[in-house]
């Protein structure tokens, strides 16, 4: 890559001089490892920021949050004190840097907001670096960087490896870190690369990479989401992301992309690609097989509206205002990957005044836009096109490397044996999307909670699959092939955030549902299983109620729901967050004209979660007994497990 050292003025030409630019692998790379490092550190800054939330209160977790996703707009002031070359060096150097130290030191609250903060700045320096590239180029190394990323994140089935210690994910790490900071060193070196004069119109252009990042982390580029919403395997999942990589990547390659286009035709395919992000993506989304096409057509449509949208901010010669108007536009850019993520994380848990579906749907719209503003610009096909584009596409089929490991991989557990042929060791456990009390993502430690109590039936709330609170993590699956069981995934909020069933036994049936809900807030579910025990069986029901003393009512709404649901079958066993303590009428209705009881009578009424509270609880119908009643002390989520011995009467 090659940056700029000079600038035009406003309304005047360029100043000339010299145009060394590096080899293209070169410059290539710092994009594409640039953007992956990018990714992942949006990934892990996204639950150590829900954890300062907790412990900061939202006021000041809110206004911490939109002054890291402000700091881009200081690269225009790190321009004018250090150079361009200083611009790279802050941004894609720092986040290299970052990028290290949560690998040696794991990701900290202090060191996510640096981090942050300092990809945001990184995101102007992407366009500083890649002068002169062509948006084809730009886009081409962009995808390439995000298919990287994911092929890496699969051989971990989709536990970053930032997390993790090991030599596997520092092999991951300095590979990254490396070859980046290889491609910085060629980058600083090189000689500079004439700056255009530009409007602030075709500099707008630069801020179409925010929407484009967001999109790929939430949905477009997202294992466990593609998983949980197509009800696919996380192997399925993965060569449906890489097709649509491999597609957008000849496409890109053929030569179709340079060709001009009118704004309203990028118009129309942003808001092709918002409304299919929007109607996958969220609260009231669909689920299938349609993600499929969806998602290929989505990974297409957006490496295309993003090549249009950078041609003008990257060329390197014009007329118009200082370089400094990209800077701002990248920013912008920066700043619009917070507000799409942000509050679609924070929809998850607290209520919001429209469907979270919007978010993801108006930034393909944006994305769309911001390529219309820039749109009719563009050349002839190059020669061999069809070539380039089958290269390209052929190319990306070695991405499915981390799909092999994944799937070849031998998970680590087995599957606890039953304490005897009519005894069942039940746990209800709110795993916090597998984050511990200290903001880290932790499946490990969830996964030795689990193991301690030798259960064959593990109901879970709070479990992440593709949801932004654990990193995009698939936390169920991972769960799943580690301790060597069964996963029935019950979405609620939306397809990647709900509660689940781990089981060694035998499935009978199973089936999920959501709660009824009248408003724009999260959607509250269930999942349930008729799990075979010898000769008979046992129904197993995992849900999670409304949070909050206000919202009494609707827990007893919600827990009217699940009765109906229920139906008073036998053998049952109901467990899960409850959200209300003894004595509570919501907890009292369970129990009121049913033949449900609690599992705690006779035992211990210890707490379940750290500050003392009682929310989890486990109840049984006729023709179930209760022993061994525990609640096992643990770090590994904000809620502690419930754990109690079946004996099924015959």
């Known amino acids: 890559m090659a940056s700029t050292e000079a600038e035009s003025k406003t309304g005047g030409p360029a100043v000339p001089g010299p145009s060394i630019v590096p080899p293209g692998p070169a410059r290539l790379a710092l994009i594409a490892i ?130 993790r210690s090991g030599i596997g994910p520092w092999i991951a790490c300095l590979a990254f870190v490396g070859l980046g900071a290889a491609a910085l060193y060629r980058e600083l070196r090189s000689g500079p690369v004439t700056a255009p004069g530009i409007s602030w119109r075709d500099a707008m252009g630069a801020a179409a990479f925010g929407p484009f990042l967001a999109l790929q982390v939430l949905v477009l580029s997202s294992p466990a989401f593609v998983a949980s919403s197509g009800w696919r395997s996380l192997t399925a999942a993965h060569v449906t992301i890489v097709a649509g990589q491999g597609l957008a990547l000849a496409f890109l390659a053929s030569g179709l992309a340079v060709r001009a286009v009118p704004g309203g035709v990028c118009v129309l395919g942003g808001t092709v690609l918002g409304i299919g992000a929007g109607a996958v993506a969220g609260t009231y989304a669909i689920s299938g097989i349609e993600i499929v096409p969806i998602v290929i057509l989505g990974q297409v449509l957006s490496a295309w509206l993003l090549a249009v949208a950078c041609r003008a901010p990257l060329r390197r010669a014009g007329t118009g205002g200082s370089v400094l108007r990209i800077d701002v536009a990248a920013a912008l850019g920066g700043f619009l990957i917070a507000v799409t993520l942000v509050p679609y994380q924070v929809s998850a848990l607290l209520p919001m005044p429209f469907p979270n579906n919007l978010l993801p749907g108006v930034a393909g719209i944006a994305l769309g836009a911001l390529a219309a503003i820039t749109a009719a610009r563009g050349g002839p096909l190059p020669a061999r096109a069809p070539l380039r584009a089958l290269t390209a596409g052929a190319a990306s089929l070695t991405l499915l490397v981390g799909t092999l490991v994944f799937t070849v991989a031998v998970p680590d557990g087995t599957a606890q044996a039953a304490p005897g042929e009519d005894r069942v060791r039940i746990m209800s456990y709110n795993v916090h999307d597998a984050v511990n009390q200290d903001g880290q993502l932790d499946p490990e430690g969830i996964a030795r909670t689990i193991e301690r109590q030798k259960p064959q039936v593990v109901l879970l709330q709070e479990a992440g699959r593709g949801s932004l609170l654990s990193g995009t993590a698939d936390v169920g699956v991972w769960l799943s092939r580690r301790l060597g069981m069964k996963l029935i995934w019950g979405p609620a909020a939306d397809g990647q955030f709900g509660n689940a069933i781990l089981t060694s036994l035998p499935v009978v049936s199973s089936g999920t549902a959501r709660m009824p809900k009248g408003d724009w807030s999260q959607i509250r579910g269930y999942v349930w299983a008729r799990l075979g025990v010898g ?60 033949d449900l009881r609690t599992a705690v009578i006779g035992a211990d009424p210890a707490p379940t979660t750290p500050d003392g509270e009682r929310h989890d609880w486990i109840f049984g119908s006729d023709g179930i007994l209760f022993s061994d009643y525990d609640v096992p002390r643990s770090d590994a989520s904000d809620h502690y497990p419930v754990a109690v011995t079946v004996r099924i009467q015959r």
């Open 34 to 163: 640039t953007v992956a490092v990018l990714a992942q550190t949006l990934r892990f800054s996204l639950p150590q920021l829900d954890n300062f939330a907790d412990s900061a209160g939202l006021g000041v977790a809110g206004a911490a949050v939109l002054l890291v996703y402000l700091a881009g707009f200081a690269a225009p002031l790190i321009r004018r004190a250090a150079g361009p070359r200083g611009l790279l060096l802050t941004g894609v150097g720092g986040l290299l840097a970052v990028r290290f130290l949560a690998q040696l030191i794991d990701p900290r609250t202090w060191l996510v907001f640096i981090g942050a903060a300092i990809g945001m700045i990184a995101v102007a320096a992407l366009y500083e670096g890649a002068r002169g590239l062509s948006g084809v180029g730009f886009a081409t190394a962009t995808v390439a960087g995000l298919s990287a990323d994911a092929a890496v994140r699969m051989c971990f089935a989709t536990w970053d490896p930032v997390w």
């Open 535 to 594: 000769d008979t069986t046992i129904d197993v029901w995992s849900t999670h109620l409304e949070g909050g003393e206000a919202h009494g009512d609707e827990r007893a709404r919600q827990i009217a729901a699940l009765l109906r649901a229920w139906g008073g079958a036998p053998r049952t066993v109901i467990g899960g967050d409850f959200n209300t303590g003894p004595g509570s009428p919501e907890l009292a209705r369970m129990t009121r004209g049913t």
